[in-house]
């Protein structure tokens, strides 16, 4: 690796005089930590600051990379194990600056911080943080564009009439602008500003570009409290002045003001001067709320997701890194934006589990949100209303606040829940509707109003089977059916994305028609409702049919101009939309959820068709909410009825509390695949045998995973449980350093765990 070249003496400093100054730089790739460079030995970049991008040489490329420092952020059992040195003869030089804001110094602890929590390269966590500007560099340099300010002072003779008198007026008084801005805004030909320029009157200034973003004004329309509202919105305005690290769960029933309250935080957040991040679980609903922001601050926020063209990216993140966005909202990927001066993360509905990034580097969101406020020592609120149990521990040991809201905004009721018990009301045979559920439809649109049916299962069937042989449709690459989407003609596979033309016979046994579809998914409760009701007027929103956030606002803008009476949709349709005019909401399979042994199957169903519940009647009207269940005594739909939601939740935890299942212990799972089920086997039992034991330690383990075999690959898992008190991290660094990697067999390591497939 030594270059000659490189070691070759600079003219003017004596052969092995000092030591070359070195620095260390993390590239964005898959590496254990930064490499060394050296400085180049002309001197040019002797002044380079941690948190520089810069380009360095990498074998025969160039990469982009960041100047790393370490400080003692990390705990110990975090940190990761220290490179080896390199001799000064065999380091190559930083090649030169790349152009770009530098990483803040908070951001690269983040970095630091989430790499060594979720046991991820730290290069591709800076990735996530890098990933965006990568096309900033490759972007032209932004324009700077010329303007004219007023001479001072004024060339002595000069020849005044009233059309150079308001053109000087003009620049003095709305500061330097462009040639033709400052003629039409003088209402004069541009020749006068040019005559102006000549006689000596007008000098040429550079003008700053334009920002990107108006700056949200947090005086712009306050809201009105209500009685409930003023206290937790001044303890929120409070915090957000105060600044310094804090954690705040604001829950409150749906309706009840919890997004009009943190606006509050936010506005003294701008006011204190410091920049705002409000991370979404969905980014569908961003039309709705960067519409609501607007209206409170009169600007927009900016916006941050994965479909954000290059463009828009690269200006947002230059913006973001210099100050001129103030407020962001987005996805989870946002909280690797480089800001300058954060001064409040906000997580709206804290529980959704859309929070937990799976591929890739897998991270929850909400829980780095808190991690990243405590890098720049800012305060966090969690908002749901129906808090992670996760949250509801910490605000129990006291390491969260809490702030409630008990009742809906204006003295809206909350919904009437009540449940619909198919063993006693079953639909016809084919059918899915209740009769009683078919009946409260009918009657709510005949009133006028609009209903809405929910079932969170996409396409026209969950499975397929031959009547004739008993063979079901199953996807060649993984342990997984295939789902029928009938508008579309295809079979597809929910995993893998595999699809297939629906098959005219059966593939096994050739009997024709024969293929018959069991359970519905939205697609045939569609179809029911259409013969049921022909003439009322049906929306479907699943994400398959609404493709992107602009789709999704238009179905929204429609349902509140009552061009719809009955929506029907998957999860899409439970997220915070405000539908005054819809009063009954029906769930078509309450019990869905709660089937395949997911350590949160309950607390899930309860969070997801509460929020469900909560679009059902948030004006005047009171709302309805009816969930078809054959097991109507379950401790989950009577949760949703009596609406006591702390009771179940304290029941949840006294479930867990006994075994250390999250929140009071923690959890790492490892998955193995490998291309053949030899190759799997084999390293999970090398994995079994090296496994981790102790007091308060225990690996479950190995077993083939629920999904057996995706994307053609076959899968085991591991799960470690430990204690509370104790952290996974070194456990499963040490554990993972007694396998020897073996070839064709991949470990993926999961930190808190939440999904088990
Ligand atoms: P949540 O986030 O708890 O579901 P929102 O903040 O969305 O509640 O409020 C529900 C509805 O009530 C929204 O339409 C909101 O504009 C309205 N609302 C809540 N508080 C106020 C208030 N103080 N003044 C005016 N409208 C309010
Ligand atoms: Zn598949």
């Given amino acids: 690796m030594a270059s000659t070249t490189l070691d070759k003496p600079a003219p003017g400093r004596k052969p092995g005089a000092a030591a070359r100054r070195r620095v260390s730089v993390l590239l964005p ?107 900033a560099q490759a972007a032209p340099a932004q324009g700077r564009a010329q303007g004219w300010a007023p001479a001072d002072p004024p060339p002595a003779g000069l020849r005044d009439t009233p059309a150079r008198r308001r053109v000087l007026d003009v620049a003095s008084r709305d500061g330097p602008l462009g040639g033709a801005e400052l003629a039409r805004r003088a209402g004069v030909g541009a020749g006068v500003v040019r005559g102006l320029a000549d006689a000596g009157a007008l000098r040429p200034v550079t003008l700053a570009p334009a920002p990107a973003f108006a700056a949200p004004d947090p005086g712009h329309c306050p809201p009105t409290l209500g009685d409930h509202q003023a206290q937790p919105a001044q303890a929120l305005r409070d915090l957000a002045a105060a600044g310094g690290f804090s954690v705040t769960l604001l829950e409150g029933v749906t309706g009840s003001g919890k997004t009009e309250i943190y606006m509050e935080a936010i506005a003294a957040c701008l006011a204190k001067g410091r920049q705002a991040l409000v991370l979404l679980p969905e980014i569908a609903l961003s039309a709705q709320w960067t519409g609501r922001f607007a209206r409170r601050f009169g600007a927009e926020p900016a916006l941050w997701h994965s479909d954000l063209g290059p463009r828009l990216r690269r200006v947002t993140w230059r913006a973001v890194a210099d100050g001129t966005a103030r407020v962001v909202v987005g996805a989870r990927s946002a909280l690797f934006l480089p800001f300058a001066e954060l001064g409040l993360v906000i997580v709206d509905e804290e529980h959704e589990s859309a929070f937990k990034q799976e591929d890739g580097v897998t991270y929850h969101a909400r829980d780095m949100a808190v991690v990243r406020a405590r890098m720049d020592n800012a305060p966090a609120i969690l908002v749901s209303a129906t808090p992670s149990l996760e949250t509801l521990a910490n605000v129990g040991a006291g390491r969260y606040r809490h702030l409630v809201l008990r009742a809906r905004h204006g003295g809206a009721g909350m919904p ?69 989407h009938r508008a579309r003609r295809i079979v597809t596979c929910h995993h893998c994305g595999y699809q297939d033309p629906t098959p005219p016979a ?66 899409i349709v439970a997220k915070g939309w405000h539908f005054p005019h819809l009063t009954l909401v029906g769930v078509v399979d309450a019990d869905l959820g709660l089937g395949g042994g997911d350590l949160r199957a309950a607390e899930r169903t309860v969070q997801l068709l509460h929020q469900v519940a909560g679009r059902a009647g948030r004006a005047e009207a009171p709302g309805t909410v009816m969930l078809q269940s054959y097991t109507p005594e379950h401790p989950v739909m009577q949760a949703l009825v009596l609406g006591d939601f702390e009771n179940f939740m304290r029941q949840e935890a006294e479930q867990r509390r006994p075994g250390f299942w999250p929140p009071f212990g923690r959890l790492a799972a490892l998955i193995v695949s490998a291309d053949t089920p030899e ?20 690996v479950l383990g190995p077993a083939p995973a629920p999904l057996a075999i995706l994307r053609g690959r076959h899968r085991r898992r591991l799960l470690l449980r430990t204690r509370r008190d104790i952290a996974v991290q070194p456990l499963v660094r040490q554990w993972l350093d007694r396998v020897p990697p073996d070839r064709g067999a991949r470990i993926d390591v999961d930190i808190d765990p939440i999904s088990f497939l």
Wanted: proline fraction near 11%; glycine fraction near 8%.
């Fill in 506 to 571: 059966c593939p096994s046994c050739k009997a024709e028609s024969s293929l018959t579809p069991i359970g519905p998914g939205v697609e045939r409760i569609t179809e029911e409702a259409r013969a049921t009701f022909p003439d009322a007027r049906i929306l479907v929103m699943a994400s398959d049919t609404l493709p992107g956030p602009a789709a999704t606002a238009d179905a929204v803008a429609r349902i509140a101009r009552r061009e719809i009476d009955l929506v029907i949709g998957t999860q």
């Fill in 416 to 484: 009437d829940v009540r449940t619909i018990d198919m063993r006693a009301h079953p639909p016809e045979r084919g059918l899915f509707l209740s009769p009683v559920l078919a009946a409260a439809l009918d009657e709510t649109m005949g009133r006028g109003e609009q209903a809405m049916l929910f079932l969170n299962r996409r396409g026209y069937a969950p499975l397929t089977l031959c009547r004739t042989c008993g063979h079901r449709l199953q996807c060649p690459n993984c342990t997984a059916w295939l789902v029928e």
């Fill in 29 to 135: 790739l898959p590496f254990p930590g930064p490499f060394d460079y050296a400085l180049p030995d002309d001197g040019r970049l002797d002044d380079v600051r941690p948190g520089e991008v810069v380009s360095v040489p990498l074998g025969r490329r160039t990469e982009t990379g960041v100047v790393w420092d370490r400080d003692g952020t990390l705990p110990p059992e975090f940190a990761p194990p220290p490179g080896r040195p390199v001799a000064d003869g065999r380091l190559k030089p930083v090649i030169a600056r790349a152009g770009l804001p530098a990483l803040p110094a908070a951001l690269r602890r983040f970095v630091d911080w989430v790499a060594a929590y979720t046991l991820s390269p730290p290069g591709l966590v800076l990735a996530m943080a890098l990933r965006t500007s990568q096309s």
């Fill in 679 to 698: 190759a799997a086997d084999a390293t999970a039992r090398a994995l079994g045998e090296a496994a981790p034991h102790g007091d308060g330690v225990q």
